[in-house]
């Protein structure tokens, strides 16, 4: 089984993946470097080629065994089940700016968070009951950890995508 690890860029996927590697294995797709194609300078990313990343992750599937997928488009891959973290936008713009990200890939990144894009992506890609939401805001990545074992081992319905910040987007009009 496939399980995707998936949410905005400081989300805290890769903090939570260090603790699931105690009960899971884990796969990074950043380490997937010969699938990059090229850079973007402007938006300071890397483009992908996700054919590539996908035909190398459907070689993973190992019978039951329960396989997590680590990177923000791994929503994106053929997996079974996906977790999105989710993050306020106040305290993600915190979290980037600590990284030292400019500007405009704050802007970016505050942005598709506040608009729930990857849940967004997620449904449309797997279907609504294989998504599951975890907020991370102001809570700790070890007890995030916890939360996506729940779902993972209790496919806990409680965890159901719901999260919205909306009000958010209202303020900065
Ligand atoms: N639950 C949390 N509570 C508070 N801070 C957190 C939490 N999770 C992560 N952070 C902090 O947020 C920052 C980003 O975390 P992390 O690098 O794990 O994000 P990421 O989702 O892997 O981002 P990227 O997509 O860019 O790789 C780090 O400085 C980390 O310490
Ligand atoms: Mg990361």
Request: charged share 35%.
């Amino acid at each position: 089984m496939l399980i995707a690890l998936t949410g905005t860029p400081g989300t805290g996927k890769t903090s939570v993946a260090k603790f699931l590697e105690k009960n899971y294995r884990v796969i990074y797709l950043k380490n997937f470097e010969n699938a990059r194609m090229y850079r973007d300078v402007e938006r300071d990313t890397y483009v992908v080629n996700l054919e590539v990343i996908r035909r190398e992750i459907e070689k993973l599937r190992n019978g039951n065994e329960k396989i997590i997928l680590e990177g923000h488009y791994s929503h994106e891959m053929p997996v079974d089940m996906v977790i999105v973290l989710r993050c306020h936008p106040q305290e993600l713009e915190k979290r980037l700016r600590n990284r030292g990200y400019k500007e405009s890939k704050i802007r970016e990144n505050v942005e598709a968070e506040a608009m729930s894009l990857i849940t967004s992506e997620a449904i449309g890609y797997h279907g609504k009951d294989k998504v599951f939401e975890v907020d991370t805001t102001h809570r700790k990545e070890d007890d995030v950890a916890m939360d996506v074992i729940r779902i993972i081992e209790k496919r806990d319905r409680r965890f159901a995508p719901r999260i919205s910040y909306m009000e958010e987007i209202l303020k900065w009009y």
